[in-house]
């Protein structure tokens, strides 16, 4: 019997000011290889009953991006339902499949709000392994990692547009801040650390992520935070 690979449901979200509730909502479900078996991209049309987008000057390129047929539309219902359709017929093939974001306890638990807030419901059916693929980057960061300092000037950065420009060397990367723009980024880093074949900090609810990620990987970095860096 042929096992089949393990798909990485690579999610990302935008959220409103004040409630923190998903507007925009992308994923793309891959293997370790890049090959893509599904995605989505959705502006989520409900969420503007309750608030306001954080990155608000970006929403004209949403409608660019709606025209260009990008993003979709859609009532969260109709996201959530997608979503974890797709995640089920993977299921029924075979796959493992595991939800996976940069910084996941942030994704993983605004989407709960957001269904709690909209629906009264989860936003998973079932429960799914889960993975911050910022943690497993920081786990086996290469060891000449540099970036810009952080506020503080005792840390590299390690935001996802900061690794993304070091693992892509794409120097002058910006982070868009439009989900299925940052999925695309992300899914990169994701490839980049699993060929790396390094055990995975997997979890099964958003409580149990590690927090302070910039640590970990300053640490393996040798930078403890107790002397400046040199600037």
């Not at 990008?70 to 493992?96: D, M, W």
């Not at 840390?155 to 940052?182: C, G, L, M, N, P």
């Amino acid at each position: 019997m042929t096992v089949k690979p393990t798909i990485y449901v690579v999610t990302d979200i935008e959220t409103t000011v004040k409630h923190k509730v998903a507007f925009d909502v992308a994923w793309k479900s891959i293997d370790r290889n890049g090959k893509e078996y599904n995605r989505g991209s959705y502006v989520i049309t409900d969420a503007f009953k309750l608030d306001v987008p954080y990155f608000k000057e970006k929403l004209g390129f949403y409608f660019d991006d709606t025209y260009a047929h990008l993003i979709t539309p859609k009532c969260f219902a109709s996201v959530r339902t997608i979503y974890n359709q797709q995640v089920k017929a993977l299921q029924e093939l075979g796959h493992k499949v595991i939800f996976c974001a940069y910084n996941a306890s942030f994704d993983a638990t605004h989407l709960g709000i957001t269904s709690e807030r909209l629906l009264g419901k989860k936003f998973l059916y079932e429960q799914m392994p889960m993975l911050d693929i910022w943690h497993y980057w920081a786990n086996s960061c290469p060891l000449h990692y540099t970036a810009k300092l952080t506020a503080s000037k005792k840390f590299y950065s390690t935001t996802a547009e900061d690794v993304y420009r070091f693992e892509a060397q794409v120097h002058d990367f910006i982070e868009k801040h439009i989900a299925w723009h940052d999925v695309e980024a992300e899914s990169e880093i994701l490839l980049n650390v699993l060929r790396r074949k390094k055990k995975m900090p997997l979890v099964y609810h958003p409580k149990n992520f590690k927090g302070s990620i910039y640590r970990v990987a300053n640490n393996r970095l040798g930078i403890t935070g107790k002397e400046k860096i040199a600037a």
